[in-house]
């Protein structure tokens, strides 16, 4: 379970991002409104927006951003929202 400091970390990020104590991210990493899950390590510059990242077998590979996914062990999973033309 989470720490407290976690949710206080939340509450008070001006970023909106809900961050592990444990979670490892690149010092040039760019995130917002973003979840990370407990020992998920970041380890290169990467841009994330409206994302989670479940727990440490969750691999965040390198590429220059990922938006509107959730990444689940070696899954990622889209979550745009489809519009279907009338």
Not at 9 to 16: E, T
Not at 23 to 52: F, K, Q, W
Not at 54 to 83: H, L, M, W
Request: proline content about 6%; overall charge negative.
């Amino acid at each position: 379970m989470y720490s407290e400091s976690i949710w206080y970390y939340a509450k008070d990020n001006p970023d909106g991002n809900l961050v592990a104590d444990d979670a490892e991210i690149h010092p040039d990493a760019r995130l917002t409104n973003t979840v990370i899950g407990s020992g998920v390590r970041i380890s290169h510059p990467v841009r994330m927006h409206n994302c989670v990242v479940f727990a440490k077998y969750s691999p965040v590979a390198p590429r220059d951003s990922y938006e509107n996914v959730i990444i689940a062990g070696n899954k990622i999973v889209s979550c745009q929202e489809q519009t279907q033309s009338a």
